[in-house]
């Protein structure tokens, strides 16, 4: 089945510091999500992908859709205490609409 | 997650029981997914559902697990016979509809069980 691979895992930054973290698929996918999860709460959305190549900002938050299909970044810019939680891809390649997560990226902020 | 409703936000219960989860969708969305999430995992995907039918279930396990969104209420995702393995975070998400390209999925809080 499809498969994403999140990187990375873990990161641990300063507070100021820039940060990104990628997602590479197997296959093809026709939408790219990325998610923050705070513990005890749902994903909240934070950036919509919709066509290759697209390039598309939030705030501090900027993510891509690569050429290939099979791949995403996201990147964030001076980062902030607030930033830390859990960030996760996901992808959508089907008909039905069901996302595919990748295991997610734990960021911590230092002050 | 704004808008999207789930409860109970926790659920404890014994092996052997049944657990009824609810989810109501975003105002405006006729189109509801389930997923599951396991300690230090990501969500994979279980259910997605419209009004009255079910859509695609390739992620529901064959057995104990079911799920319905009636014309009418919320969506119900309900497990009998709950086993410790069962013990996750379930979550409900709900888009307007597939329009082209743009299925945007927005999630709630999920519900957290624990089978004891």
């Known amino acids: 089945g499809q498969q994403l691979n999140q990187s990375p895992q873990s990161m641990f930054i300063q507070e100021g510091e820039d940060v990104s973290m990628n997602c590479t698929s197997s296959?093809?996918?026709?939408?790219w999500l990325w998610y923050k999860q705070e513990p005890g709460e749902g994903p909240v959305l934070l950036i919509a992908l919709y066509k290759a190549g697209e390039l598309t900002s939030n705030g501090r938050l900027t993510a891509q859709f690569g050429i290939t299909r099979k791949d995403s970044f996201l990147n964030i810019s001076a980062s902030i205490p607030s930033d830390v939680g859990i960030y996760f891809c996901a992808g959508q390649g089907g008909n039905t609409g069901k996302l595919i997560f990748g295991q997610g990226t734990t960021l911590q902020v230092k002050p | 997650n704004a808008g999207v409703m789930q409860n109970p936000r926790h659920l404890v219960r014994r092996r052997g029981q049944e657990a009824r989860l609810r989810c109501s969708p975003m105002k405006g969305h006729s189109h509801v997914y389930w997923y599951r999430q396991l300690p230090e995992e990501g969500l994979k995907f279980m259910v997605y559902l419209q009004k009255e039918n079910i859509i695609d279930e390739s992620g529901m396990p064959k057995e104990r697990f079911s799920a319905e969104f009636p014309k009418e209420g919320p969506s119900i995702l309900r497990i009998q016979q709950v086993v410790r393995g069962d013990s996750a975070a379930y979550f409900c998400?709900?888009?307007?509809?597939?329009?082209?390209?743009?299925?945007?999925?927005?999630f709630g809080p999920g519900t957290r069980l624990l089978v004891l």
């Open positions: 998400a709900s888009s307007p509809g597939p329009t082209r390209h743009k299925e945007t999925q927005y």
């Open positions: 296959s093809i996918f026709n939408t």
